[in-house]
């Protein structure tokens, strides 16, 4: 091994996060993100006139890995210029996941009423996307007007599962900051509608109707529009100090579908779990995917009776398919799909499907298999990323993502992405930090890895609504 724990966790990704966040600094504050090869700001269409998402997505990043002075900075761009009385169209999930989780974290970790406060009042933005038959919130929301309405590409007006089936960890913790039990109200609502509909052969698919509360398509992933919803029942019970069975109900029974139908291994022996559309199946895994190796490991841990050394295996399977995915290309990073077809394995067969946008999902499952098995491998894997984005990602001025992970001479997409700092860089630091860095026992990360206290009274929320 060409690591040393010391210079990694202590040196080595301290200085990655203070060079992404000094040239968005320097080139982009105040604005979503930096582009690093043109040296200026992305503001981009998802946050609805928001401004600053690098900013509240570095905040507790910073803040763990003891850069106070860019901290500080973080912190007094949100004080001084974070403006919520905006108008525009916002993606109710990314607002929450990133703004929302961002702003929370950053509040547990270090008690300024400024992070709560804000946090309070742009949840409060969001309710009006509730206001729909069945409650099921739609995608999109105007910030300024309440106005709500679904993505044009989502089939029949529906809403999406891991975006409605991503908010209830936040909104539990708003509830209980403001002593309001609407937040709460409106995410176990969710939860009523999803227990009452009826699941083809116990899978929860992607699209389900505001309207009438029916699936409105059947395609089902663990990947991308599926995801973190199925991540937020098994931490919706682990926040709630292990009390809410109801979503760990929904989590083992989500799981065992999963398995039964979705679950495969290739003629090379690596375990993938594919997509579902209407029964058959498509043999291909996102890079969106490889976060499940983590959270099924993390899941194993609490599954019943001898489960549990059956889910680690399969978390571990899963997660070396990940690994597999990033060391079967050039450079050593992973692509944004890859496949089991056609005599393919684990690689990208699609041009569309090469690139590589700086994503965390990899990593994160390196970080949580590194710290319940403490298996050396995890963090030798995770340096092999640390050195893949130093010498492909790095540019003069921040670091990029690329178009083709399988050319040692990739070319660069002029984005640095909010998520690398939010989470990228976090997984790896505490992947190479001691366990009781931000230990997996009193926090859980929401999806965009912003740490939220396990906690023994915000359940009491769901008690009151059902
Ligand atoms: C992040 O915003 C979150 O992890 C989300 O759940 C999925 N997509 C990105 C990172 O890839």
């Known amino acids: 091994m060409d690591w040393q724990i010391e210079t990694v966790c202590g040196s080595l990704l301290r200085e990655m996060m203070k060079f992404a966040w000094d040239n968005y600094k320097q080139y982009a504050l105040g604005k ?65 996941i990133r703004y929302i989780g961002g702003l929370l974290a950053a509040y547990y970790l270090t008690g300024e009423e400024v992070f709560k406060s ?25 910030l300024g007007s309440g106005m709500s309405w679904s993505w044009g590409w989502a089939s029949a007006g529906s809403s999406i599962l891991a975006e409605f089936g991503t908010l209830h960890l936040e909104f539990l913790h708003l509830s209980e900051l403001s002593g309001n039990p609407v937040f709460a109200e409106k995410v176990m609502n969710i ?28 395609h089902v992933s663990i990947g991308g529009l599926g995801d973190s919803f199925y991540e937020y029942l098994i931490k919706s019970w682990l926040m709630s100090d ?10 083992d029974d989500a799981l065992e579908a999963i398995e039964k139908h979705l679950v495969k291994k290739s003629a090379g022996g690596l375990t993938y779990i594919a997509e579902w559309r209407g029964g058959i199946l498509d043999h291909k895994m996102g890079h969106l995917a490889c976060f499940s190796g983590g959270m099924i490991a993390l899941g194993a841990e609490h599954a019943g009776e001898g489960r ?46 090469r690139y590589y946008i700086l994503r965390p999902e990899v990593v994160e499952s390196y970080m949580y298999m590194w710290r319940l098995t403490h298996d050396p491998k995890y963090r030798q894997w995770g340096w092999e990323a640390v050195k893949a984005l130093e010498k492909h990602c790095r540019v003069e001025a921040g670091f990029s993502g690329i178009r083709d992970v399988y050319t040692t001479t990739p070319t660069h ?5 909010s998520f690398f700092l939010a989470e990228t860089l976090k997984y790896l630091y505490l992947l190479f930090c001691e366990d009781d860095v931000l230990s997996l026992d009193d926090w859980v990360f929401n999806t965009e890895a912003h740490p939220l206290p396990v906690n023994h009274t915000n359940f009491k929320a769901k008690a009151s609504v059902q």
């Open 32 to 96: 979503n993100e930096l582009r690093p090869l043109t040296k200026n700001g992305h503001i981009g269409n998802m946050f609805g006139g928001l401004r600053g998402a690098t900013v509240v997505d570095a905040l507790d990043t910073l803040y763990i890995m003891e850069l106070e002075e860019e901290f500080q900075e973080a912190k007094k761009w949100v004080e001084k210029s974070f403006d919520l009385n905006v108008n525009g169209e916002a993606s109710l999930f990314e607002v929450n």
């Open 191 to 218: 939860r009523k509608v999803l227990n009452r509909v009826e699941k083809p052969q116990g899978l929860y698919p992607n699209f389900l109707s505001p309207v009438t509360g029916n699936w409105v398509q059947h």
């Open 242 to 251: 292990k009390k809410d069975s109801e979503a760990k109900k929904m989590y």
């Open 308 to 353: 549990k050394r059956h889910y680690m295996d399969l978390a571990a399977e899963i997660t070396n398919t990940c690994h597999e995915s990033y060391a079967r290309s050039d450079t050593k990073l992973g692509p944004e799909a890859f496949r089991f077809d056609t005599g393919t394995e684990a690689m990208a067969t699609r041009l569309s499907e």
């Open 413 to 417: 997409d002029n984005m640095q992405q």
């Open 118 to 142: 804000k946090a309070l009042e742009l949840g409060e933005k969001l309710l009006p996307a509730f206001n729909t038959p069945t409650g099921i919130p739609r995608g999109v929301i105007n």
